[in-house]
């Protein structure tokens, strides 16, 4: 399975971006996906998990009420919807899919991983 992020860019700090992310190499039932980022000198970090169905959503903290984590599973497809950003959203953001319970799994947890789009917010 090949994952593929776009849509990342430069924004400035209270603006929205838009990521997406495609699935190709063969069917990806029953995974649930996930987006998580990366900043400069920091771990990895969750941001969104959506489960197959769309029927469970989990959000971290820090994007709480400002993200919108989407799916289409007839496009295999998934998005992310980045509404007021802050600077210290700046980072990479992965997409990641994995055959996991949860909706909110480590990034140990994930099959298989896009290679990032960065997103930079200024101030």
């Known amino acids: 399975v090949q994952l593929q992020a776009s849509g990342g860019g430069l924004v400035q700090a209270g603006g929205s971006l838009r990521l997406s992310c495609a699935a190709s190499?063969?069917?990806?039932?029953?995974?649930?996906s996930t987006w998580f980022r990366q900043a400069s000198g920091k771990e990895r970090e969750f941001v969104a998990g959506?489960?197959?169905?769309?029927?469970?959503?989990y959000y971290g903290d820090s994007v709480k009420g400002r993200f919108t984590i989407s799916r289409d599973n007839a496009k295999n497809t998934m998005s992310l919807q980045m509404n007021s950003l802050k600077p210290e959203d700046t980072a990479v953001y992965y997409c990641?899919?994995?055959?996991?319970?949860?909706?909110?799994?480590?990034?140990?947890?994930?099959?298989?991983w896009g290679k990032g789009t960065l997103v930079t917010v200024s101030s």
């Open positions: 959506i489960s197959w169905s769309g029927g469970r959503i």
């Open positions: 990641a899919i994995g055959r996991v319970g949860s909706v909110y799994p480590t990034a140990t947890d994930m099959d298989y």
């Open positions: 190499g063969r069917t990806v039932n029953r995974y649930v």
